[in-house]
Structures are given as C-alpha cells and as structure tokens.
C-alpha cells in the first residue's frame, strides 16, 4: 500500500471558530477519495493544509511521505490542483497560461497543445481566457492542473459549470489519471459524479470526518433497499408507496397490492450518499 | 529565491502590465501631459524686483538721480500725474506709489521728517507692504545724505553658512520637474495597486502559490515589476526634459526609493481592497496626503512641520536640492537615507498585509 496522500490529526481555526477539528485519513497511490460535506464543513480548509496555502495549527498533512509545510517546493511539483472558482490570467490566452505555470514547474520541452486537446480547448488555444465561457474555464483549470503529469490531483469541483457532455469528458480524464497512478482527491457536491468515480467517500460534517469507506460499503451500512411502487387511485391520480426489499414481510405485502390495485410502475431504490450523509450528520450536503 | 521562477514571474507581469489597457493608457498619457506640460511652463528666471510708482509735483531733478546712482533695493517707474498714479496703483499695473508733494519735498530739504503716504495695490501681501514701507525708509534717508554729499555709512556683508545653494535660481519649468516626478510616482499607487487587487479578486494567485513558488518570490517579482516601471517612467521624464544630467546617481537614488515607497503604500492598499472601488476610494485619500507636501516644496512659504515628515516631501525636495539647486550628494543623503528606511519599512508592511490576506481567502 502506497500512501499518497495523509492527513494526521489536522487542526486549523480561524479565531473561536474551529473549521478543522482533528481530521485523519490517506489517499492511496491510483485511488480516487471522493471528499463530501456542505458548505462550511472544512473541506476547502483541509484542501488548504493538503496544498501548502494554509499551515496546519497541529496535526501534519504529508503529500508521498513528504512534509507539505516544511518541503512546500518539491511537494508542490508532485501535486496539481483544480481550484473551484476560475483563477485563471483573463488576459493572457489559454496557451500562455499553460506556457507560464508550465514554466514554474520549469518542465523542459512542454507541448501545451497535448492538454489543451485533452480538454477540448485545442482549436480556441490563442484566445484570451477573458472571452471563455465558465466551463471552457474549468476545463482550462483541469488542463493547468495536469500539466506537470502529477502523482496527487486535487480536484475541486471540477465539474462546475460543464455540459453533460462535457462533464462526462472529465470524467474519463480522472478516471484516466486514476489508470496512470494518480491519487485523486475530489471534492463535490455532486452525489452522482461521488458515486460513480469514488473508491471510497470521506464524509466531512463540523471539521470532523464523520464516516470514511467506499460507496457500497456505506450503503451497505446505512441505507436500506426499497420497492418504490406507482398506484393508480380512484380518482385517476398516481399513489407512490416504498417498501423495504430486505423485510421478510416485503413479498406479501406485494403479492396483495398485485392482487388488488392497479400497479402503474414498480423500481428498486437504493440508498443515496446523500440519504446516508442525513442519516449520519442529520444535514443535508446543500447547507 | 530561484531566478528562473522570478524570471518566469517578471514575465508575466510585465506581460499582463501592459495588456491591461487602463495601466497603460493612464501611464502612457500622463507621461506625456508631464512632458508637454514641462515645455509650456515659463523658462524665465522669476525676477522678482520690488518697484514703485512716484509722482512728484515738485522737480525733484537731484532726489531723482541720487535714487538712480544710490538705491539699489527698489527701482522706481515714474508717472506723470498723481491721478494716474492712483489709478495704476488701483488696477494693480503697479504694486505700490508714493506721491513727493511740495510739503514733503520741503520737509526733506529742511531735514524735517517727513510724512510720506504709501499707496498700495488691493491684495498686496501685508509682508510686502511692510518690507516696501521699510525700504522706502532707507532709501529716503539714502537720498537726504547723498543730496547731501555724504553717504549713509552703513555696510551690509551676507555670509552664507555653507554653500548658498539657493543662488541658483532654476527657471519655473525646472523649478516643477521635482514636483512632476513626485506626482507621477503618487499617480502610480493606483495602477500597481489595480494590478495587485486583480490578482487577489481573480484569486490567480491562489494558483501560483499552488504552483512550486514562494510568496516571497511572487511578492517579489510582483513588487520589483512595479518598481522598474515606475522608474522607467520617470527617467524616460528626467531625460525628456534634460534633467539627467546633475548628480545622476543620488536621482536614481531618491527614484528608487520614491518607486519603493509607491510599490509599499499600493501594496498595503491592494491588501486591504476587495476591489478597484475599494482601492480607488481609499487611494483618492492617501494621493491627496501624500500630494500636500509637494507644493511646500515649490512654495517653501506654506510649509508646516508636519508636511516635512511625509515622506513624499522628503522625496520632493531632495530632487530639487539636486536638479535645481545644485547641491551634492552629501547635501541629500541624510534625507534621502530617512526617505529609504520610510520607503522599505511600508514595501515591508505591504507584503506582510498581502500574505495575511491572500491566506485568509
């Protein structure tokens, strides 16, 4: 087991309010830990720490065994980030922003065309970033986050403001990432794209990890699996009834509803991570 | 600090510098209106001679000649009526007249004191009235004793402590060149200061920082960008206008640390604005504290102590001991190493400013 990234009993607060209280958990090397809290919960804080922007009050963040605050430089040529909100150079074009940051990371024989085809941005590579719409943005972002070809990505948001099409993009690009080795952190509001790319969730409620494992295990411990049944009613309206799948009482039930009303549709239903996230903090992710 | 990363950095300043079109316009234009206004200024030394109107009804042929031979401290214009000499008084065409009646010319020839009225031009200065009244006094009795075949037997002798840097009196345009940089430089805090707000607004350098770079290889190259500018800007201005040539390096000296103290206060500025209103509002105030000082130094008369401690008077007038004044460099470097100190204490409370805030973000 390859960890790549750890966090180790981080702290941090500004003044009296505590935004992280005592956060441990690790990224291993091809894993994708899908980071999720609502807002205020201290995902962006601990990002932060993981980063080097923020100097842990205690507790240590370590990025492939490396101390993030103490050996800031050479840990930050091993990660990328792409950050939730555009912070892109609006004045300079989407070539001349990778050629610059390519340049801090002082890669030699950089091809800027290579990432921003990748992204779907190589035929508006010489326009100024300015004239981008917000998902050509976040593209741009994903690009800049990859150019050093990182060992860790952390992964804000990525998909804020993409097109389904475009959406579905990033994600195989991430899933790529995880195939070549990559440690992903990715932090989202989004249930579907959490669920769909995680290996494991880390639930963050209050600067404290409330619950860490993978998606099916989660579900598996908390949600419950139910019959979700359309009803057609006297009147001519729609009746929807939900019945635990895993209740010995369950197929009777059925069997009746079968035998004396009229049954419009009938799904199976599984347990959401959000459903399990109010089942664990008593909040919604939305807050 | 890694050259290569500032390198990289200066690059990209100076890259975005110049594409942003509000900075380079602002800059571009006032640069020249500085030049332009330079050349149109009056290249006149200002002579300033006290004169007066005289009328006499008497033919007071000797006075007159005695005045001509004798008193070198006021000239006079003479006039030939009394009521055009209350009239030219009046229009201000003179600033001051006397009228020599025939009881004041008596009462000198008698040697009895006599009363002689000053007439004086609406809004002449009461220091003005009162030295030209105390000159007239002299000159009088200069006159009465030369008539007189004698002379008064009073010698002044002015020694300058010092070099008497004050004989080298500048024409007005040059006499302005000190307060024209002064007002570049303080123009300036609000495009470094926009250049820095965009940074923090745009959260870009988030990204930077996320990058392998220091805060302080970024604040550097961010701040050293600033001050290359600021300085070429104005030696492009001392050179226009033929400025360059007297104790070049104490002006690059005092420009540099004028440029340093512009880069700390737009510094401190962007750090606590959320955005280009924020910055222009606050710097609106700073611009006109920092401006006050800087007519002291063309007008020495209207300076109070507290002016003298601002650092952009420090600033001001060492450039005008050294372009206009002639003086050396070791007439300056007292002020000039004060201005300094000033100048990197602020650049240093500006960074300090920027990094608590960035982290805050």
Not at chain 1, 186 to 210: C, E, P, Q, W, Y
Not at chain 1, 274 to 282: C, M, P, R
Request: proline fraction near 4%; charge should be negative.
């Amino acid at each position: 087991m390859e960890k790549y990234v750890e966090a180790l009993d981080l702290v941090y607060h500004y003044g009296d309010i505590h935004a992280v209280n005592g956060i441990s958990f690790f990224v291993e090397r091809g894993e994708i830990l899908g980071f999720l809290g609502p807002n205020g919960a201290g995902k962006s804080t601990t990002i932060q720490m993981l980063t080097g922007q923020l100097r842990p009050r205690s507790g240590r963040a370590e990025i492939l065994g490396s101390d993030v605050w103490k050996s800031q430089k050479a840990v930050k040529r091993r990660f990328g980030v792409c950050f939730e909100q555009p912070n892109l150079y609006e004045q300079l074009t989407a070539r001349e922003n990778l050629v610059f940051f390519a340049r801090l990371y002082q890669i030699s024989g950089f091809k800027p065309e290579h990432f921003l085809e990748r992204v779907g941005l190589g035929d508006r590579m010489n326009d100024r970033v300015a004239k981008y719409s917000k998902g050509m943005k976040q593209r741009l972002m994903l690009a800049r986050a990859l150019i050093n070809t990182p060992d860790v990505l952390f992964l804000d948001e990525p998909a804020s403001g993409l097109d389904p099409v475009s959406a579905e993009a990033l994600r195989n690009i991430i899933l790529e990432e995880k195939q070549r080795g990559a440690a992903v952190v990715l932090t989202t509001h989004d249930m579907v794209d959490a669920d769909k790319l995680s290996d494991r969730v880390a639930f963050i409620n209050d600067g404290k990890i409330t619950a860490l494992d993978t998606p099916y295990n989660l579900k598996l411990a908390h949600g419950q699996k139910m019959l979700s049944i359309d009803l057609a009613t006297e009147s001519g309206g729609k009746e929807t009834i939900q019945l635990p799948i895993e209740q010995p009482s369950t197929g009777d039930k059925l069997r009746d509803i079968f035998r004396n009303r009229k049954v419009l549709t009938v799904h199976s239903k599984e347990a959401t991570l959000e459903d399990i996230f109010i089942a664990i903090t008593g909040r919604g992710l939305a807050g | 600090m890694n050259v290569k990363t500032i390198v990289t950095l200066l690059g990209k300043e100076y890259t975005l510098l110049f594409r942003n079109k509000v900075f380079t316009l602002f800059s571009g234009a006032l640069l020249l209106v500085l030049i332009g206004l330079y050349h149109v200024l009056p290249a006149e030394i200002p002579m300033e001679e006290p004169a007066i109107a005289v009328y006499s009804e008497v033919d007071a042929a000797d006075f007159f000649q005695a005045w001509d031979e004798g008193a070198e401290a006021i000239r006079y214009e003479r006039i030939p009526s009394a009521e055009a000499l209350i009239d030219s008084v009046q229009n201000s065409e003179q600033p001051a007249g006397i009228i020599i009646t025939e009881k004041v010319w008596q009462d000198i020839m008698a040697g009895r004191p006599a009363d002689v009225t000053l007439y004086t031009a609406p809004g002449l200065a009461d220091e003005h009235v009162r030295s030209m009244a105390f000159i007239l006094e002299i000159v009088f009795s200069e006159m009465v004793f030369r008539m007189q075949g004698s002379t008064l037997r009073i010698a002044t002798e002015e020694i300058f402590i010092g070099e008497d840097i004050l004989q080298n009196t500048a024409p007005f345009k040059d006499q302005m060149i000190p307060l024209l940089v002064s007002l570049l430089l303080v123009m300036e805090v609000f495009s470094l200061g926009i250049s820095l707000v965009e940074e923090k607004e745009s959260r870009s350098i988030k990204a930077v920082l996320a990058a392998p770079v220091g805060m302080g290889e970024f604040l550097f190259a961010k701040n050293f960008a600033g001050i290359s500018v600021i300085c070429g800007q104005i030696l492009i201005f001392l050179a226009a206008v033929g400025a360059l040539d007297s104790q070049f390096p104490a002006v690059v000296w005092a420009i540099l640390a004028g440029a340093v103290l512009t880069t700390g206060i737009s510094a401190v500025l962007a750090a606590f604005s959320n955005d280009m209103m924020s910055l222009i509002s606050k710097g609106v105030f700073v611009m006109i504290v920092m401006a006050v000082p800087l007519f002291g130094v063309l007008f020495p008369g209207m300076l109070s102590w507290w002016m003298r401690v601002i650092p952009t008077y420090m600033l001001a007038d060492s450039l005008n001991l050294l372009i206009n004044k002639g003086a050396a460099f070791g007439d300056v470097v007292v002020q000039l190493g004060v201005l300094s100190v000033i100048a990197l204490a602020i650049l240093f409370a500006g960074v300090i400013c920027i990094r608590e805030k960035v982290q805050c973000q």
